[in-house]
């Protein structure tokens, strides 16, 4: 069992940026940030491998969002720059621990924990 925290949700305007964290308690070898807006699915935003080796981004934060992890903290960070009011969203870390994989770093099914979830709010 892994449990994640996730920090760093907030309110920004628009062009700002801010930094979210998600520490898991235990080892993951891929960890993804995911969001979901009201009324929408959740959708992936960005993901990494436990090496930093293989890194996918959506198409609309490519530019923006930086994703990168500490393994020695199992801390996985993602920094968000040039904030749009799009961006706003509930977002979630992911943590997948089974292996051998072979799926994809960007779909959820392969993220086996998930931690509650931090509102980022970007106003116009």
């Known amino acids: 069992q892994v449990q994640l925290v996730e920090t760093g949700g907030g309110l920004v305007q628009a062009g700002g940026s801010l930094k979210l964290a998600c520490e898991a308690s235990?080892?993951?070898?891929?960890m993804g940030w995911f969001r979901q807006a009201p009324g929408k699915e959740r959708d992936v935003v960005a993901s990494i491998t436990w090496s930093g080796g293989s890194l996918y981004y959506a198409t609309s934060v490519k530019g923006r969002f930086t994703i990168s992890r500490d393994n020695a903290k199992n801390t996985v960070y993602l920094q968000m720059n040039s904030l749009k009011p799009e961006d706003t969203a509930v977002y979630y870390c992911?943590?997948?621990?089974?292996?051998?994989?072979?799926?994809?770093?960007?779909?959820?099914?392969?993220?086996?924990?998930w931690g509650q979830g931090t509102q980022v709010t970007v106003s116009s």
């Open positions: 992911a943590a997948g621990v089974s292996a051998p994989f072979s799926g994809a770093i960007n779909s959820p099914s392969s993220y086996d924990y």
């Open positions: 235990g080892r993951s070898f891929r």
